[in-house]
Nanobody, 125 residues
Framework: HVQLVESGGGLVQAGGSLRLSCAAS????????MGWFRQAPEKEREFVAA????????HYATSVKGRFTISRDNTKNTVYLQMNSMKPEDAAVYYC??????????????????WGQGTQVTVSS
């Protein structure tokens, strides 16, 4: 069983930056894909970014492209989300997720196998 623990959330002013981390444990092998999703109150969980673990290929939602960067540290089994130029609409609970095996649908939450508990991000205007 995989455990994912997010950290780094908090309060930031619009235009500011935050860096989220997600540490994975419980498996001797790496995921195929790690993703970040977010969920604002009364909204559905939405895709933010994903990284193919072994090759480092990244994908982003249109709303965050150019502002957010996903990266990973293989030695620490940790995935990061660097968030810059933040906007009030970025406020949400952010979740990291682990995907076993190749799936083309890295942007769909139900295709992920394990989830972290989430970390709150608040953006003041």
């Amino acid at each position: 069983h995989v455990q994912l623990v997010e950290s780094g959330g908090g309060l930031v002013q619009a235009g500011g930056s935050l860096r989220l981390s997600c540490a994975a444990s419980g498996r001797t092998f790496s995921p195929y894909t790690m993703g970040w999703f977010r969920q604002a109150p009364e909204k559905e969980r939405e895709f933010v970014a994903a990284i193919r673990w072994n090759v480092g290929t990244t994908h982003y939602a249109t709303s965050v492209k150019g502002r957010f960067t996903i990266s990973r540290d293989n030695t620490k089994n940790t995935v990061y989300l660097q968030m810059n130029s933040m906007k009030p609409e970025d406020a949400a609970v952010y979740y990291c997720a682990w995907q076993d095996g190749y799936r083309a649908t890295y942007y769909l939450a139900p295709t992920y196998d394990y989830w972290g508990q989430g970390t709150q991000v608040t953006v003041s205007s």
